[in-house]
């Protein structure tokens, strides 16, 4: 979220960084100036208010000491206290008037963001690697999982329905595999301490990281009692929303958690969209590196953990690109993306495998997570940022199409060798 100051100083700014994202300003920030405003006034008022019924207070004693007639001031505080009160609930439905515009507003972009409404505004940043070069046309992914039988879309559709998986065999030792080397990596080499939150998060916590109320309609809800509890969409909101209410002390900033747990999406709005294979799944399993950071210093970290997140297909020896979301494209909590996409030979496409963002204070905010920086007294909010460390599905993808032999038999990349127990994946039926 936004700070209320902020938007209310920096009008113009705010929106012209709305239109930078391609949004109506006018629609977003609807009367925010004019309720703004009235919020101010009534608070002047309430003070003075207060101020003249201390002091007819402060007469009505003065003037039963002396045994004069006080009854026109007591009907004059009686009168000022029912004002008071009633200026007070004026307050605070500006209050809530202003906090419903701005959980409305997106984060604004850092300055560093190219300016652009949609993907193609997109700027390649760096590309690693390059592709493989077949003597034969390579296949996707989903026609060599299923003739491996090692991905079974079929059966998946019999048991819940489109856009479900079931892994056979070497290829759920596959998927396996991947998210121990990703978090043995992330945890021995890169600093990052292992987390495994719960799959089922409150509606206080999709708020945090600025999934509700705006996006409820791509969660899983699931009715718990009176309340509602949410499949999680990723692990940042868990983890992100481990320190909600909480004061770190900045001695302790950064600190960069992992954490491996499934992920499920509605994906709504997508319906038609990359619907073979498991590029959009509805469950899926996925890698997060979250890190909380001084704000002087979280771009630096930013930087850090993309490169931490490219390690991995560099580990791999998967071709990518590395590519500065535009205004236009970015998640509605970002103030800079980066995503990776990594390149899939059966689809002759680049492909999204992690989006690595730094929300500044915006989590932060709404979340009230807060530093004490060292050798101070008054807290701040900290920057939050995080990233896919991977997306394991994907680089599952990743991996089939651009290990894949004339034979149609797969071979296991090294660093995965010690996981898997195999060199390669050959055909096999269940």
């Not at 909380?292 to 071709?319: C, I, M, W």
Request: aromatic share 8%; proline share 4%; with cysteine.
């Amino acid at each position: 979220m936004l700070d209320l100051a902020f938007v209310r100083n920096n009008l113009p700014l705010v929106e012209e960084k709305l239109r930078q994202r391609g949004l109506n300003a006018a629609e977003m920030l609807k009367d925010f100036g004019q309720v703004d405003a009235q919020r101010r006034a009534a608070i002047t008022s309430v003070e003075t208010m207060k101020a003249q019924r201390n002091r007819a207070s402060e007469d009505v004693a003065r003037l039963k000491k002396s045994g004069q007639d006080a009854s026109a001031l007591i009907a004059e505080t009686k009168e000022l206290r029912e004002q008071i009160q009633e200026l007070e609930k004026a307050v605070e439905e500006y209050d809530s008037h202003l906090r419903e515009i701005l959980s409305g507003l997106p984060n604004l972009a850092h300055e560093s963001v190219p300016t652009g409404q949609t993907a193609e505004d997109n700027v390649e940043v760096r590309r690693w690697g390059t592709g493989p070069k077949f003597d034969f046309a390579p296949k996707p992914h989903w026609e060599l999982g299923e003739q491996l039988g090692v991905l079974d879309l079929e059966r998946a559709a019999k048991l819940t329905g489109a856009r479900f998986a079931v892994y056979w065999d070497m290829g759920a030792r596959l998927e396996r595999a991947l998210a121990n080397f990703m978090l043995d990596l992330h945890t021995r080499e890169h600093g990052y301490t292992e987390v495994l939150p719960p799959y089922l998060v409150n509606s206080e916590s999709l708020y945090g990281t600025g999934n509700l109320p705006k996006f409820a309609a791509d969660l899983f809800r699931v009715p718990h009692g009176d309340k509602d509890l949410w499949l999680v969409p990723t692990a940042e909101v868990p983890v992100t929303n481990l320190y909600r209410n909480e004061v770190l002390e900045g001695g302790r900033l950064p600190i960069s958690l992992t954490a491996y747990t499934p992920c499920f999406r509605s994906e709504a709005g997508s319906y038609g969209k990359d619907v073979r294979g498991i590029i959009r799944q509805h469950q899926f399993q996925k890698v997060e590196l979250v890190k909380f950071a001084e704000p002087g210093t979280s771009y630096q970290e930013h930087e850090k953990l993309t490169h931490d997140a490219e390690e991995v297909l560099q580990r791999l020896n998967l071709h990518y690109r590395v590519m500065a979301l535009s205004t236009g494209d970015m998640g509605f909590s970002a103030a800079k993306t980066y995503d990776m996409e990594v390149w899939l030979p059966g689809q002759q496409v680049f492909r999204e495998i992690s989006s690595c963002s730094n929300f500044e204070a915006f989590q932060a905010r709404r979340a009230n997570i807060r530093y004490r920086p060292e050798g101070k007294n008054k807290t701040e909010f900290v920057h939050t940022l995080n990233g896919s460390g991977l997306a394991v599905g994907r680089t599952w993808v990743a991996i089939v199409e651009n290990y894949q032999q004339a034979d149609g038999s797969v071979i296991i990349p090294e660093a995965l060798r010690p996981y898997m127990g195999v060199e390669r994946l050959t055909a096999k039926k269940f």
